[in-house]
């Protein structure tokens, strides 16, 4: 029995521990720059959301680096009234050889960190530096092909102290490139022959944009020296010093032979996928749903990304917005990123075939063509639910039904119940005798209550420039109009009233969806349901039950 409880107890603690909040987020690690010089200098920071009971061990990566220091910080913050407190370990550490090297595993109480690897490449300067200060450009290929990524790194090696520091501009004096600054200057120590220098460090993305020998120019840097005067505020009166680096050449090949796609993309990685807003199991007739194509490079800008080509799909309409172009920095230089989104309108029920999206790209990485897809799939469309009753018919709904009270036994209605009686029978008298008079012209029928409302708000809408507001009315105000007749979306109104209207929606929906320069007014819309008004509803004999092919959502 008491096993049993036990058991029980330990089950229960169990379930308790996997269905509690984690006490523990997971542990961030971040380095400054992968890969790094040996003998270089580099920053690794881990950061948690709660602090250790205990230091942390870091013991464990004295195997491959130096330790040159360590510090922690702490940040408290308030978010939604709930008390957070995070803290950073933050190590200078120095790698003691070439390789690759693991990160270890560091515990935080009952947490720990992932491991990772660092690679250690060998020192840039090929001998012993004969000065305290040197200036050097670096590019991390000497053959590239045309318009792809070329990583240009500026060092000034310093082991004497300075207070201030300028580099000059990149010049290339042979062929076109552009140039893309990765981050701010980066300030980290080497050892070279046990003596140690500072060293600050900028990077730059080249793209060539043509075949050929480029040439990168001598870069200057200026240097000012520490004073050695007591009181020096302004940091003026040192010594300064003009450096001057070696030029750097770089082999630009073209395009090669065996790529024939109408873009050319040297990556080092691509990537295309797409992302839905919306439930594609309830896809129905009539209303949008949003699709978002996102294209991803490793070492090519976002402008360097070009416009998806959209195939056309029989059936629904597609309206592309503007897409959104982003760089990003990393380790290895630029990703560019763009996104499209395109607004796709079924026009009818049945199942639709969206046919595979294919990007051909260069891996810079295998030397061979790649292609990036998107696979095709079905999209199952509904038909749209029957349209809500009018206005007036809700309200008549909506009231609260009573029944009616008895009252008590009175003369006076008595009197009035003959009253009445009178009355329907003068009324009657009156109707026979209207009925034997020739037949006069039929009056227009009284308005229904729901064409009224949905006319206001069409109006409204329109004089507001409100497309998305139109959108709507226009439906109720079809639906009111073409009553009995059952309209469950804007396609059978335009099948109903023709190409003016087909129009007039298409450009609702490219205002929406695709967010032309151009805004949107709704006069024309507006007039032209006036007119349609006056004429009256269209003769249901002269169109067809089939849909087009090409549905205006």
Same mark, same amino acid.
């Given at each position: 029995?008491?096993?049993?409880?036990?058991?029980?107890?330990?089950?229960?603690?169990?379930?308790?521990?996997?269905?509690?909040?984690?006490?523990?987020?997971?542990?961030?690690?971040?380095?400054?720059?992968?890969?790094?010089?040996?003998?270089?200098?580099?920053?690794?920071?881990?950061?948690?959301?709660?602090?250790?009971?205990?230091?942390?061990?870091?013991?464990?990566?004295?195997?491959?680096?130096?330790?040159?220091?360590?510090?922690?910080?702490?940040?408290?913050?308030?978010?939604?009234?709930?008390?957070?407190?995070?803290?950073?370990?933050?190590?200078?550490?120095?790698?003691?050889?070439?390789?690759?090297?693991?990160?270890?595993?560091?515990?935080?109480?009952?947490?720990?960190?992932?491991?990772?690897?660092?690679?250690?490449?060998?020192?840039?300067?090929?001998?012993?530096?004969?000065?305290?200060?040197?200036?050097?450009?670096?590019?991390?290929?000497?053959?590239?092909?045309?318009?792809?990524?070329?990583?240009?790194?500026?060092?000034?090696?310093?082991?004497?102290?300075?207070?201030?520091?300028?580099?000059?501009?990149?010049?290339?004096?042979?062929?076109?490139?552009?140039?893309?600054?990765?981050?701010?200057?980066?300030?980290?120590?080497?050892?070279?022959?046990?003596?140690?220098?500072?060293?600050?460090?900028?990077?730059?993305?080249?793209?060539?944009?043509?075949?050929?020998?480029?040439?990168?120019?001598?870069?200057?840097?200026?240097?000012?020296?520490?004073?050695?005067?007591?009181?020096?505020?302004?940091?003026?009166?040192?010594?300064?010093?003009?450096?001057?680096?070696?030029?750097?050449?770089?082999?630009?090949?073209?395009?090669?032979?065996?790529?024939?796609?109408?873009?050319?993309?040297?990556?080092?990685?691509?990537?295309?996928?797409?992302?839905?807003?919306?439930?594609?199991?309830?896809?129905?007739?009539?209303?949008?749903?949003?699709?978002?194509?996102?294209?991803?490079?490793?070492?090519?800008?976002?402008?360097?990304?070009?416009?998806?080509?959209?195939?056309?799909?029989?059936?629904?309409?597609?309206?592309?917005?503007?897409?959104?172009?982003?760089?990003?920095?990393?380790?290895?230089?630029?990703?560019?990123?763009?996104?499209?989104?395109?607004?796709?309108?079924?026009?009818?029920?049945?199942?639709?075939?969206?046919?595979?999206?294919?990007?051909?790209?260069?891996?810079?990485?295998?030397?061979?063509?790649?292609?990036?897809?998107?696979?095709?799939?079905?999209?199952?469309?509904? @038909? +749209?639910? *029957?349209?809500? !009753?009018?206005? #007036?018919?809700?309200? &008549?709904?909506? %009231? =609260?039904?009573?029944?009616?009270?008895?009252?008590?036994?009175?003369?006076?209605?008595?009197?009035?119940?003959?009253?009445?009686?009178?009355?329907?029978?003068?009324?009657?008298?009156?109707?026979?005798?209207?009925?034997?008079?020739?037949?006069?012209?039929?009056?227009?029928?009284?308005?229904?209550?729901?064409?009224?409302?949905?006319?206001?708000?069409?109006?409204?809408?329109?004089?507001?420039?409100? @497309? +998305?507001? *139109?959108?709507? !009315?226009?439906? #109720?105000?079809?639906? &009111?109009?073409? %009553? =009995?007749?059952?309209?469950?979306?804007?396609?059978?109104?335009?099948?109903?009233?023709?190409?003016?209207?087909?129009?007039?929606?298409n450009l609702i929906n490219t205002s929406l969806y695709a967010k032309p320069d151009t805004p949107w007014h709704g006069d024309d819309l507006?007039?032209?349901?006036?007119?349609?008004?006056?004429?009256?509803?269209?003769?249901?004999?002269?169109?067809?039950?089939?849909?087009?092919?090409?549905?205006?959502?």
């Amino acid at each position: 029995m008491v096993k049993t409880r036990m058991l029980q107890m330990v089950v229960v603690l169990l379930l308790a521990l996997a269905w509690a909040p984690r006490l523990w987020a997971e542990i961030e690690v971040t380095i400054d720059r992968n890969p790094v010089q040996v003998n270089e200098s580099f920053q690794l920071v881990f950061s948690l959301d709660q602090s250790p009971d205990r230091d942390p061990d870091f013991s464990g990566l004295q195997q491959h680096f130096l330790i040159l220091g360590s510090n922690s910080s702490s940040t408290i913050s308030i978010i939604n009234g709930e008390y957070r407190r995070s803290i950073k370990y933050t190590l200078q550490l120095m790698p003691k050889q070439v390789g690759e090297f693991m990160i270890p595993a560091i515990r935080f109480d009952k947490e720990r960190s992932k491991p990772f690897q660092v690679t250690v490449k060998p020192s840039s300067l090929s001998a012993v530096p004969q000065d305290k200060l040197v200036l050097e450009v670096m590019a991390d290929k000497n053959e590239v092909y045309v318009q792809s990524q070329v990583i240009l790194t500026l060092r000034l090696l310093s082991a004497v102290n300075i207070s201030d520091y300028q580099f000059g501009n990149i010049d290339i004096g042979s062929l076109d490139a552009v140039i893309e600054p990765l981050g701010k200057v980066r300030e980290y120590q080497t050892r070279i022959a046990d003596v140690t220098y500072l060293v600050l460090e900028k990077r730059f993305a080249l793209f060539p944009q043509q075949s050929g020998r480029l040439e990168v120019n001598p870069l200057m840097a200026e240097v000012r020296l520490r004073s050695r005067q007591t009181f020096d505020p302004f940091r003026s009166g040192g010594k300064v010093r003009r450096l001057r680096s070696q030029p750097v050449y770089i082999d630009v090949e073209p395009i090669p032979a065996d790529f024939r796609a109408p873009h050319w993309l040297p990556a080092n990685r691509l990537e295309l996928r797409e992302d839905w807003q919306g439930d594609l199991n309830a896809l129905v007739a009539g209303e949008p749903i949003t699709r978002s194509l996102t294209l991803v490079a490793d070492g090519l800008t976002a402008a360097q990304l070009p416009e998806l080509s959209l195939p056309p799909i029989d059936g629904i309409k597609q309206y592309p917005d503007q897409p959104a172009l982003d760089n990003s920095l990393t380790s290895s230089g630029i990703r560019g990123e763009r996104l499209q989104k395109v607004a796709l309108i079924p026009g009818a029920e049945g199942v639709y075939r969206l046919p595979p999206i294919e990007l051909f790209w260069w891996n810079l990485e295998t030397g061979k063509v790649e292609v990036a897809t998107i696979p095709g799939r079905e999209l199952i469309v509904e @038909a +749209a639910q *029957a349209a809500p !009753a009018g206005v #007036a018919t809700e309200v &008549a709904e909506s %009231a =609260p039904v009573t029944a009616p009270s008895v009252p008590r036994a009175n003369p006076f209605w008595l009197w009035l119940s003959l009253f009445l009686g009178c009355g329907w029978s003068l009324t009657a008298l009156y109707w026979w005798l209207v009925a034997r008079r020739p037949a006069a012209p039929a009056a227009a029928p009284a308005e229904h209550p729901s064409l009224r409302q949905a006319r206001r708000e069409l109006q409204r809408a329109c004089q507001a420039a409100d @497309a +998305a507001g *139109a959108r709507r !009315a226009l439906l #109720a105000w079809g639906q &009111a109009l073409l %009553a =009995p007749r059952e309209i469950h979306n804007l396609h059978q109104l335009c099948v109903a009233f023709g190409a003016e209207l087909t129009h007039q929606v298409n450009l609702i929906n490219t205002s929406l969806y695709a967010k032309p320069d151009t805004p949107w007014h709704g006069d024309d819309l507006l007039r032209l349901c006036q007119r349609l008004e006056q004429q009256g509803q269209p003769d249901s004999s002269t169109t067809s039950g089939l849909l087009p092919l090409n549905p205006t959502g």
